[in-house]
T-cell receptor, first 117, second 110 residues
Framework: GAVVSQHPSRVICKSGTSVKIECRSL??????MFWYRQFPKQSLMLMAT?????????EQGVEKDKFLINHASLTLSTLTVTSAHPEDSSFYIC?????????????FGQGTRLTVV | QQQVKQSPQSLIVQKGGIPIINCAYE??????FPWYQQFPGKGPALLIA?????SEKKEGRFTISFNKSAKQFSLHIMDSQPGDSATYFC?????????FGTGTSLTVIP
């Protein structure tokens, strides 16, 4: 299957700083990528849909000024958590749809564990 | 509103047993139903998926049973192994959106 790579896998940052998470589609071009947040023992919560060359679409309740998304190329989307606070500590996961005709499969990155201290 | 309801929340079976995880949905626009397997600290990985025009799909030890009229589908894991211990998520898809169930934590005891 298609490969989605996410980096870093773990990051610890100080409160008030910003952290950037990268999501790359390694063997296909993704016009759309998705960012999720997952709390311990809970399901994936869609934060935003990232569209190449245009503004991201944020889900209700997600602060777009806090969670900056950039999708500058067909293989890279980034999520920047600005002015991070301890409550932003979570597992962040990206996914992308592989443009294979007849399929709607979504492939996920390995996730990024963010800890804000 | 939870568009896909999943049960049980957790499940413990002996090695060789057949755990069954159930999901129910309301949105009749869903046209694709995948199951994902997630290990701690990792992203979800696609396990098996089904479309609503099929009542059953089998891939290796994993089987999806789909009941369109009841709007329910389930995952069966045959001859379960300790390595199957993970969290399993069902999902429904329409358009560009995936809606995930709340997850089932499966433990297979050796």
């Amino acid at each position: 299957g298609a490969v989605v790579s996410q980096h870093p896998s773990r990051v610890i940052c100080k409160s008030g700083t910003s952290v950037k998470i990268e999501c790359r589609s390694l063997d296909f071009q993704a016009t759309t990528m998705f960012w999720y947040r997952q709390f311990p023992k809970q399901s994936l919560m869609l934060m935003a849909t990232s569209n190449e060359g245009s503004k991201a679409t944020y889900e209700q309740g997600v602060e777009k000024d806090k969670f900056l998304i950039n999708h500058a190329s067909l293989t890279l989307s980034t999520l920047t958590v600005t002015s991070a606070h301890p409550e932003d500590s979570s597992f962040y996961i990206c996914s992308a749809r592989a443009p294979v005709p007849g399929t709607v499969e979504a492939f996920f990155g390995q996730g990024t564990r963010l800890t804000v201290v | 509103q939870q568009q896909v309801k999943q049960s049980p929340q957790s499940l413990i079976v002996q090695k060789g047993g057949i755990p069954i995880i159930n999901c129910a949905y309301e949105n009749t626009a869903f046209d694709y139903f995948p199951w994902y397997q997630q290990f701690p600290g990792k992203g979800p990985a696609l396990l098996i998926a089904i479309r609503p025009d099929v009542s059953e799909k089998k891939e290796g030890r994993f089987t999806i049973s789909f009941n369109k009229s009841a709007k329910q589908f389930s995952l069966h894991i045959m001859d379960s192994q300790p390595g199957d211990s993970a969290t399993y998520f069902c999902a429904g898809n329409t358009g560009n959106q995936f809606y995930f169930g709340t997850g089932t934590s499966l433990t297979v005891i050796p």
